[in-house]
């Protein structure tokens, strides 16, 4: 029995032996170098505001003045008119077409539907026109984000409008359309901090114009970051926690808008219509996804011109401008929001 033991022994010996000998010369290069696979960076920041995926909101500016609009091509005097209030339905999707950590591309719709409540038009057909009918600003949008490696990225994006004051849908000619667009190129420098620079066509001044852009979005501290996107809008942010974020800041919106008037030069004018808003703005988790969104500041008027031609700049084809006063506003939606 004891020359059993020791046969196996020695047996058990040379199979650890031979394991080993087996694993000093295995080739473990034909795995490959896990510190080899290409990383890329993200698109946000650390307590950055969620990205909406569905938004519907309303929006009201209080009373204000309309002042210097002219009556008719044939009569250039000019009337002064109150506007009781306007009233704004505003809705917005951004939907992940692909989304991987290499390539981001969505797409999106929005709405800005702006209903002015004009004290006694009269018979002004500009201001009857503009207190009876809908300014609607309607498109379509693409946003690519393209991550080059951890450090560098690419957004490229991309919107078409139809706007106008509009009677019926056989009002939506080529001339009620708008293009914006916008490359960045940047940098993520950490999970906290990410810059970028580029140019931009935009019609958020009113009229088309193309400028430098600048992007940075920078968490400084678990409280305190900023989200800015200059010149279009800029925001200092304070998370109360993840879920309960405070805002303030201001953005610029607007477009041109067409619309049918026949007492005008040519039957029809173009509103070039712009805000500057500074505000402060609360967004607050309800539940799950969802989340409540509420912001309250002042309407600034940029621009109110309104022009003979499609994209005009020149004061010979100014139909009138009008230095609209400045009222407070506040808007309220309920957003869906991705992870």
Same mark, same amino acid.
């Given at each position: ?31 490959g170098d896990a ?32 002042? $210097? ?39 999106g719709a929005s709405?800005?539907?702006? @209903? ?19 300014? #609607?600003? *309607?498109?379509?949008? #693409? #946003? ?15 919107? %078409? ?16 359309? /708008? ?39 920078? /968490?400084?501290? $678990? ?36 619309? $049918? ?17 500074? @505000? ?11 989340? %409540? ?9 940029w621009r109110f ?6 994209? *005009? ?13 400045? !009222? ?10 991705? !992870?």
């Open positions: 029995m004891r020359k059993y033991w020791i046969i196996a022994l020695c047996c058990l010996s040379a199979s650890v032996h031979a394991q080993q000998d087996s694993s000093d010369v295995f080739d473990y290069s034909k795995f510190e080899g696979v290409k990383r890329f960076c993200t698109q946000k920041v650390l307590n950055q505001t969620p990205l909406r995926v569905v938004s519907i909101g309303y929006e009201q500016h209080g009373s204000f003045t309309m002042p $210097d609009v002219r009556f008719s091509n044939a009569r250039p005097e000019t009337e002064t008119y109150s506007v009781n209030r306007v009233s704004a339905l505003r809705f917005q999707v951004n939907v992940p077409v692909v989304s991987t950590n290499r390539f981001i591309w969505q797409l709405y800005w539907g702006s @209903r002015f409540s004009i004290e006694n038009p009269g018979f002004n057909l500009f201001a009857k026109s503009l207190n009876e009918n809908t300014m #609607t600003s *309607a498109g379509i949008n #693409t #946003t690519i984000f393209k991550p080059l490696d951890e450090k560098r990225f690419l957004i490229i994006q991309g919107s %078409l409008d139809a706007n106008g004051v509009f009677q019926r849908i056989s009002d939506v000619t080529g001339q009620a359309y /708008t293009f914006s667009g916008a490359l960045i190129y940047g940098w993520k420098k950490s999970e906290k901090n990410m810059i970028g620079t580029g140019i931009a066509r935009t019609y958020r001044a009113g009229q088309m114009i193309h400028l430098p852009v600048l992007f940075w979005n920078k /968490t400084f501290n $678990d409280r305190w970051g900023m989200e800015l996107l200059l010149p279009a809008r800029g925001h200092l942010r304070y998370n109360f926690s993840t879920s309960n974020i405070l805002q303030l800041g201001f953005e610029l919106e607007g477009n041109q808008f067409l619309m $049918d008037l026949p007492n005008s030069k040519n039957g029809t004018v173009f509103i070039q219509r712009s805000e500057l808003k500074p @505000r402060i703005m609360w967004d607050k988790k309800i539940s799950g996804f969802f989340w %409540l969104s509420a912001q309250a500041g002042l309407r600034y008027n011109d309104v022009m003979d031609s499609y994209n *005009a700049r020149n004061k010979n084809q100014l139909y009138f401008s009008s230095q609209l006063s400045n !009222p407070l506003y506040f808007n309220i939606s309920i957003n869906f929001v991705s !992870p």
